[in-house]
Nanobody
């Protein structure tokens, strides 16, 4: 069983930055990648970024060149650095651990989410 806990969300003005953290615990031998997703009210959940075991990263077009996903294995933590934030980035951000990069499976793992609000 894998447990994920997000932190670091909050209020920020447009153009500002935030760094989200996801602490990982449990057996992760089946986990091949970690990702961040977000969901705004009334909208579908969307992939923001993911990083594989090999360290390759993929980003949504909407956050390309502004967000950076990274890992710190010593601290069992996955990060999402968000720069040049825009009001449209406002959403609940979720940490996710899965087996197949880019695919959401029923037995994948999710955190509880952390709210990010960007004001104009």
């Amino acid at each position: 069983q894998v447990q994920l806990v997000e932190s670091g969300g909050g209020l920020v003005q447009a153009g500002g930055s935030l760094k989200l953290s996801c602490t990982v615990s449990g057996s992760i031998f089946k986990v091949n990648y970690f990702s961040w997703h977000r969901q705004a009210p009334g909208k579908e959940r969307e992939l923001v970024a993911y990083v594989t075991r090999g360290g390759s990263t993929t980003y949504a077009d909407s956050v390309q060149d502004r967000f950076t996903i990274s890992r710190d294995n010593a601290k069992d933590t996955v990060y999402l650095r968000m720069n040049t934030l825009k009001p449209e980035d406002t959403a609940v951000y979720y940490c996710h651990a899965g087996r197949i990069p880019g695919m959401i499976l029923e037995d994948d793992y999710w955190g509880q989410g952390t709210q990010v609000t960007v004001s104009s």
